[in-house]
Each structure stands twice: as structure tokens, then as C-alpha cells.
């Protein structure tokens, strides 16, 4: 079993509290809920993603006999207790948004409802999972927004913050609605379409640009996209045209450039011209480098010619938003709705579910969070994908999966206010209502002492 797939990739007070528990017989059932508090700064919306690795997480959660050989030498764990846990499955309830569905602060975007030692000691790793997932998705949505029918490419995994981190970006980016990844693990892992050319050191190891350019698309005759910019790039381009009537009398096609530095746009201009002068009207234009939907934005909005970006280190770190202020928290145990009071970081009690209301043009209007089976209208939105440790319904392939996630996640853009689209904050936030009875609740449990 690799260190992701480890019931002890944890945090030790996970542990420890399940001791404590197990030791004063503590097994009633509990509910937790994973929210985010409030959207980063000039965020409009987030997008769900992850819920496919949680689930999965679930359902192989086992603590191995090495694991519990190294807990017995760490010391501090009973043996009693030690036993139990060697046995611990989850045997659990998941209620969740489907991955793709647009979301905002103080939503439940995942429920967990087990006895309190299996909801507890999973709460570290699906934090990890469902908040980078969601951070990636919500940071590539915007370039999806930015250049709509571009094709968009996630460039990031050399850049991101480990492997692990790389392979679920690639993801969660196409689940936002991205073309595809560089990274091939990802296309072998779930089925994404991968892209690649060349380096410039590729280049750089012949004796020229033109002993370059021939030997990569005799290479690799179906994907002839050859990177221009190492030395000069629009003498490149011309190079470009020279040698294309000779690949074409092999059956060898230009299908484009890409453009990975200096000025984007006027390289792309002064490209374009020398393509189309040369009979190249159909070869593409691809360009990368340091790129964010900001600066996507700004080229197609100047007009440049590119037909397509690939987008890394500002994708895979999310870089003007580099984390969710996420929770995942205990709202009812043993029946009894549970409230945290903490300064800044109270919490609504009990189990809850958001329903989403929509104008007469079909575009989002409002939400509201309520207790769950109260009187409400709506469309409800946290839905059962989880029963008893069984998934809802069983799971489909990893590509069916990925593919309905994606169209989820496409037709909720449609459906969104004009305000909301936009990379610039809206001019007010989308309405997000915390019900009365949930309000009820919440001031019911304030007055009782602690």
C-alpha cells in the first residue's frame, strides 16, 4: 500500500481522540460536514472536485497490520484499542455535491454521517483531498471562463506542490472544463486526452533550428507542433514555411507552433502573418509561459491570434488563492445537533442540506441552507453517494465518471448570472440565506450552558 492510500496518511490527534474515545466507550453515531467559510478574495464561485477520491479513500480505509507493528512501537496506544482499530472500516453515510457543481460559502459541499471513531479519523486526508481538488478546479474554471472554445492545457505538474498534487490537478482542471493535460500518468489514470511537443532543449541539441524542426516531425509525423521561440521567433515562423512543402510531399502536415516567450501577443500577430503568407493558414498557434487567466484574457482581448494556452504554475498553485478556508466539522452526535462558538469560527448545527432557486430565465438566483427534511423549496443540492460503505450507485468508470463530472460542471456555467462569470469580483456577492429554523437552532443551543 502506497503512503496515499494509508489510513495513517493522519494526523496523530486523529488517534489519540479515537483512543479516548474507544476508552470511555464513545460510539455513537456522528455527523460531520465539510464546508468552506467564505470564498477567497475576489472569488465569485467555487466549483466542487474530489469527491471521487474520497470515496474511493472510504471504501479501502484499513489500518495494516504494519501500521498497527509501528503505532505499537511508537508507544501511547493500548493494545485493546490497537485491536479495534485493526478492525475499523467505514461503514458510513456520505451525502455530497456531485463533482462539478458550483458552490459558495457556508454550503455543505460533503456530509459524513458513521459512528464517531470512522467519521473522525478520516477527516485529515479528505480535507487534503477535497480541498486541493476544489482549489484546482475553482482556479482553472476561470481561464475556462476567460477563453471560452480556446483549447486550454494544464502545463502545471513540474511546478506543483508533489506528485500527488500534479496528477490531481491534471483532474480537477478537466473537470472545469480544460482540453487536456501534459501529464501523461493523468491520461493513464483517468482517461484525460494528454499533449505534448518539445523543449527547447530539444532545439538547442541539434545544429539548427531547421535539423531540429524535420527531425521531430519526421518523429513524430502526427503531432507536428514545433516550438519557435528558442533563438529568433519569427525567423523561426519563416523556417517554419520553408520546410513545410517538403514535409508535405512526405505526408507530413504543420499542424502549428507554440510561442512560449516575450510578447505573446505581437509574436502571435507577426506569426500569424507569416504562417498565412506562407500557405500555413490552418497551422495553429499555441502559447505558453507564465500564464493566468488574467493574462489569457488580456491577449484575447487585444485581439491576438493564439488559439490555444497551456496554463502551469499559476494553475497547479493556484497562485492568487493558494488555499480554501475550508472545515470539516462535528454538527450532531448521539441525535443531538453540536455547535462550535469559537470567535470568527461558529459553526450552523445539525445536519443540513442547500437548495439552489433560480430566476424564470433558468440562471442561479439564490441559496439556502436549512436543516435537513425541513419544509423548503428548491432544488436540493447535497445528494446520497454513499450507504452503509457502499457507494450510490456503484461507481461507474473512471472515465464515465470524469465525463459527467465535466458536463456537470459545463452546464452550471451556462446557468450562472452574467456578474458571476466575469474574473473581476461581482458587485455583490451571490445571496447565500441561512434558513430560520437552522437560525433557530443555532440561537437554541447559544443559551445552553457548556
Not at 22 to 31: K, L, R, S, Y
Not at 289 to 314: C, M, Q, Y
Request: proline content about 6%; hydrophobic content about 45%.
Amino acid at each position: 500500500m502506497s503512503a496515499k492510500q494509508s489510513a495513517l496518511l493522519t494526523d496523530l490527534y486523529q488517534l489519540t481522540m479515537l483512543q479516548a474515545y474507544f476508552d470511555e466507550g464513545m460510539a455513537e453515531t456522528a455527523v460531520f460536514e465539510f464546508f468552506v467559510r467564505a470564498l477567497p478574495p475576489g472569488r465569485n464561485f467555487l466549483v466542487a472536485a474530489g469527491l471521487e477520491q474520497v470515496l474511493a479513500y472510504l471504501q479501502q480505509f484499513r489500518v495494516t497490520e504494519k501500521e498497527l507493528a509501528w503505532l505499537r512501537a511508537h508507544g501511547g496506544f493500548r493494545e485493546p484499542f490497537l485491536a479495534a482499530l485493526g478492525e475499523l472500516r467505514f461503514t458510513g453515510d456520505v451525502h455530497a455535491l456531485p463533482e462539478g457543481t458550483i458552490f459558495f460559502g457556508n454550503e455543505p459541499v460533503l456530509r459524513i454521517t458513521a459512528p464517531i471513531a470512522q467519521a473522525q479519523v478520516v477527516e485529515s486526508r479528505l480535507l487534503s483531498l477535497l480541498h486541493f481538488s476544489t482549489l484546482i478546479a475553482s482556479k482553472a474554471v476561470r481561464s475556462v471562463l476567460a477563453a471560452p472554445g480556446k483549447l486550454l492545457i494544464d502545463f502545471g505538474m513540474r511546478r506543483a506542490h508533489g506528485a500527488e498534487a500534479g496528477l490531481l490537478a491534471a483532474r480537477a482542471a478537466y473537470v472545469a472544463g480544460f482540453s487536456g493535460t501534459a501529464t501523461v500518468a493523468a491520461g493513464i489514470e483517468y482517461g484525460i486526452p494528454v499533449f505534448g511537443t518539445m523543449a527547447h532543449s530539444y532545439i538547442e541539441a541539434h545544429a539548427d533550428e531547421i535539423s531540429a524542426f524535420k527531425g521531430f516531425a519526421r518523429s513524430c509525423p502526427q503531432n507536428v507542433v514545433l516550438l519557435i521561440d528558442t533563438y529568433d521567433t519569427e525567423r523561426a515562423a519563416e523556417k517554419v514555411v520553408r520546410i513545410a512543402p517538403e514535409l508535405a510531399r512526405e505526408g507530413i502536415r504543420v499542424r502549428g507552433v507554440r510561442l512560449d516567450s516575450g510578447d505573446l501577443a505581437a509574436h502571435a500577430r507577426a506569426v500569424r502573418a507569416i504562417l498565412d503568407r506562407g500557405g500555413l493558414g490552418e497551422a495553429t498557434i499555441f502559447s505558453s509561459g507564465n500564464l493566468d487567466e488574467w493574462k489569457v484574457r488580456e491577449l484575447l482581448a487585444s485581439g491576438a491570434p493564439i488559439d490555444g494556452f497551456g496554463i502551469g504554475t499559476a494553475l497547479d498553485t493556484s497562485s492568487d488563492a493558494p488555499f480554501l478556508d475550508c472545515a470539516y466539522k462535528l454538527q450532531e452526535y448521539a441525535g443531538v445537533p453540536r455547535r462550535k462558538h469559537s470567535e470568527g469560527k461558529a459553526t450552523w448545527p445539525g445536519r443540513k442540506q442547500v437548495y439552489r432557486h433560480f430566476t424564470e430565465d433558468g440562471l442561479f438566483e439564490r441559496d439556502s441552507v436549512n436543516l435537513e427534511g425541513a419544509l423548503q423549496r428548491g432544488m436540493p443540492l447535497l445528494a446520497p453517494v454513499m450507504r452503509a460503505g457502499r457507494r450510490l450507485p456503484p461507481a461507474e468508470s473512471v472515465a464515465e465518471s470524469l465525463a459527467i463530472a465535466r458536463a456537470r460542471a459545463a452546464l452550471q456555467l451556462t446557468k450562472l448570472p452574467p456578474a458571476l462569470r466575469s474574473l473581476d469580483p461581482a458587485p455583490a456577492p451571490y445571496r447565500v440565506d441561512i434558513a430560520p429554523p437552522l437560525r433557530a437552532l443555532a440561537q437554541k443551543l447559544d443559551r445552553m450552558p457548556h
